[in-house]
């Protein structure tokens, strides 16, 4: 039941999802309720006054991607990365550079600090070097830190970076080099229009998608009040496996890691210990077709391994 | 139903007790059978060959015990420490030396690592303190490392050390000092009798004392393969809550407690995440009278708080 936009439906598809004010869950809706992006653009003016952007300007994003080798995937399309299509309201479209083979792989998770301890970045590229070993794609923020080192230790078998701004505005400076890296070796995704820049409050949506991605979130080190902790609490309520590796109580850099395993969160040590709290493999299939979109759109599911997995369900009860 | 024994009685109680392979659980046997120690040295010939020591060995421990401000506690004595007497076999005698009025106090044994690292002792110590300011006695077993630093941060509020050996053993020669300032502040116990030396194997039943008078087991720092490893779990078995403090993925001396942790222990980082973990007070109240000799015969219970605490039951389900 998934299928491949013709390029004016990808047009009208983009126009919907950026129009302002129209959120995924608003464009999921519509989308049901008129059956095509391109019948309710036309409805559009009866129910808002919010203007679509021109057709013109999408067309150029579309060509501005193509010549930079990367496409724009609808959460209709066989391509796009079936846990994400799982959601409540997936992103609409999710723009892609680099081996988007990659984005169909079971994927893991690996965040924390910015401002981790050498011990934490050690930690955090051994573990991502062994997932990758054991066939786990690794998704991180490509933040400074704990990101870095995550993509660093999978790049030869396989990262997913997901950024908060356009494709064309990869961030911090500081791993522009490691960005062209994953294009060549991995994957670069990202829902932010292109040319886009990165603002504070797009980091939440970014969050989302890496642990939509992802069976599972681990937090390598993070402070109490930190975005990785809220990147964490954000992946228990969509169904994902929250894991957190421990440090010493003096060490205030570990304390939000440490309050995760509190309230439920794996303990894990290695990648060994993130594969074999996966559980049974219930949770690990991932499905070769995406969900047909009808089935995202009536159902309105959440991928619900929670049921299947006692350490889901601890995760769950517990906050 | 408490009583407190006459010289002779517990001349008696102590022959039966150091009897050749007499262990507590048959001492306890033989007392309900024959209602009396003194009957079941009667009858001891008839159904063992095994030989009680001479009355006047024992009486001249009694003296020792008494010359150096000690006592040989009985378990059905009312200064027994009550939570020791709701094990299924409790030591039939405990030497005491010190204030015997801590041992009615509720208490928490904090364990760990001799060879710990700094971090490891500045934290013990730490939350000894705390847990003293609480209002919580802390149990170790004065070894080297962790234990040693965990009472002397309790020295003034009040601790109790587990000797494997006889109170006039202590045992390491470093903590001599230790043992000294324990004696005038604290109380020093002991299953064994007057002059032993302590063996490796004294050692199982000394940490089944540091639990037995605890409510929780705290195990700071521990290795793979360790004896704090042993008594955490024989104390899980006893029915008391364990707890551990994290260590950093990459430092060996953490395992052994981040491995307590994934087996369902609770991650503790201070004295309020310990009181918090005892929850609703159901399992803190300690009895002002020891268990009634014959329940704790005739029933054989265990302290079950199992059922009342949702940590306990935890714990117990996944081990």
Not at 23 to 31: A, E, I, K, V
Not at 124 to 133: K, M, S, T, V, Y
Not at 200 to 211: G, K, L, Q, V, Y
Not at 264 to 290: F, M, N, Y
Request: with cysteine.
């Amino acid at each position: 039941m998934t299928r491949t936009l013709s390029r004016p439906e990808r047009i009208a598809w983009a126009r919907l999802a950026r129009t302002p004010r129209i959120g995924p869950l608003t464009f999921h809706r519509l989308l049901a309720r008129f059956t095509s992006a391109s019948a309710a653009l036309e409805a559009l003016p009866r129910i808002s006054d919010a203007k679509p952007p021109d057709q013109s300007r999408i067309g150029d994003e579309l060509d501005a991607l193509e010549s930079m080798g990367a496409r724009l995937l609808a959460c209709c399309e066989p391509d796009y990365p079936p846990l994400l299509a799982q959601l409540d309201a997936p992103p609409p479209l999710l723009a892609v550079r680099g081996d988007v083979k990659l984005l169909k792989r079971p994927a893991i998770a690996l965040i924390g600090a910015r401002e981790g301890s050498a011990a934490a970045l050690m930690l955090a590229q051994q573990i991502a070097a062994d997932l990758g070993a054991a066939g786990y794609v690794v998704v991180s923020g490509m933040a400074r830190g704990v990101d870095a080192a995550a993509h660093k230790g999978a790049l030869e078998t396989g990262t997913v970076a997901v950024l908060a701004g356009g494709l064309d505005h990869p961030y911090p400076p500081q791993n522009l080099k490691l960005h062209e890296a994953i294009v060549a070796k991995g994957a670069v995704v990202s829902e932010a229009p292109f040319g886009a820049v990165a603002r504070a409050r797009d980091f939440p949506r970014r969050n989302s998608i890496i642990s939509g991605l992802s069976r599972a979130v681990v937090v390598i080190e993070a402070a109490l009040r930190s975005g990785s902790l809220i990147t964490a609490r954000a992946a228990g309520d969509q169904g994902r496996d929250v894991m957190a590796a421990p440090g010493s109580p003096l060490d205030p850099r570990a304390r939000g890691s440490n309050a995760l395993i509190k309230q439920g969160a794996t303990l894990i040590e290695s990648a060994d210990d993130i594969i074999a709290a996966l559980g049974d493999g219930a949770c690990q299939r991932v499905r070769s077709q995406p969900v047909p979109y009808s089935r995202i759109v009536t159902l309105n599911r959440r991928q619900d391994c929670r049921k299947k997995s006692p350490r889901c369900s601890r995760r769950h009860q517990s906050t």
